[in-house]
């Protein structure tokens, strides 16, 4: 029932519209262009589509497929941006070999957008009559900071929501969160020469960097979770002093804790906070402050929650094998549809190269995914 031809031609074009997340990228263009195309192939099939400007080069786009009746409301949710293509011969070109389909975003996640909207030419195509809305949402800046998403589940309410993110068609129930916190300790600044009064700011923090190394042996080892692996943190910036025969009068990091789902943001930065707390007791010369810069919740749903029941199903009737239940170790905007109160499930194709040099989607899996979708939306929205 999938228009298969259509579906690969469309993944094509879209793999060769460059919709590089301008948050990441300077060059990057955005999601103009492939917004427009999006648009006007659901308004091609007959379903109601509307672009919404979020700001210049940014743009949602949202198709309706309106039920016949008060059957159960379904919202597919892709994004559009990709990350940049920095050390790609051929991030654009879409090019066929074995199955796959190579260029920046094919595997995350534009082999995703060709199957919603296969699925969604099959149902117009077909007649296919639902009772329940099915909600194609597709949206920005999922690579930088989601504005796209948080936008989006403002005016779209759903009984359900499928992320489609890469999975290798299996059923995703759960993924890690993180946070971001900046840390300052702060010294006096002095000559080079006049120890008596200089405190070094960059030593108050090694010895915070001591007791970090030290949580970030034992996350791995003191929180896991059977589907997202394991808490984890690191350190990916460091800034301190101003210049040779100086004592440093500050220093900055900002550490990245990978959290798991159960993990909420007080306990995470009272963490952090303890260990501040003791430096400062231990030493009287520890002067230091911590600042949360950005909180995205980890997600987990239950397998029994009708969406994953029906999905996993779905899945199941295409692929002629059971599809495992697995968790990422990443940050999708499940977490935001989530929150928003829309049980939410993550199925997406297979393929490799996310965020890499080289990569691809095989083609199969982009017109099975569809083919999942589209048994899903008549389970679920009959
Ligand atoms: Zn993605």
Known sequence: MIDETFTIAALTDLVKINSVNPGLDKTGRGEEEIGLYIDRLLKSFGIESELTLLAPKRVNVTGRIKGTGKGKSLLLNAHMDTVGVEGMSEPFSGSIKDGKLYGRGAYDMKGSIAAMLGMAKSIQDNNIELSGDVILTFVADEEYESIGTREMVKYHKADAAIVTEPTDLDICIGHRGFGIYEITSRGRIA??????????????????????DKLAQ???????????GQASLHVPLIQGGQSLFIYSGECTIHVERRT???????????????????LTEQDKNFHATIKPLLWRAPYEISKSTPIVITVH?????VLNYQPAYIGHSWWEDSAIIGKAGIDTVI??????????????????????????????????CK
Do not use: F
């Not at 890499?356 to 982009?366: C, G, K, L, M, Y």
């Open 218 to 228: 034992q996350l791995p080892d003191e929180k896991s979770h059977p589907l997202c």
């Open 260 to 278: 798991l789902p159960g993990e909420i943001e007080m306990n995470v930065l009272e963490e952090l906070q303890t260990i501040i707390d003791k």
């Open 313 to 317: 199903e779905s899945a199941a009737g």
């Open 347 to 380: 199925i997406g194709p297979k393929g490799g190269g996310i965020h890499q040099e080289t990569e691809w989607v095989a083609i199969d899996s982009v017109v099975q995914l569809s083919k999942i979708l589209l048994e899903a939306a008549i389970k679920y």
């Open 191 to 212: 000559h080079g020469g006049r120890h008596q009064e200089g405190i070094d700011a960059n030593t108050k923090m090694g010895l915070l960097l001591v007791e970090l």
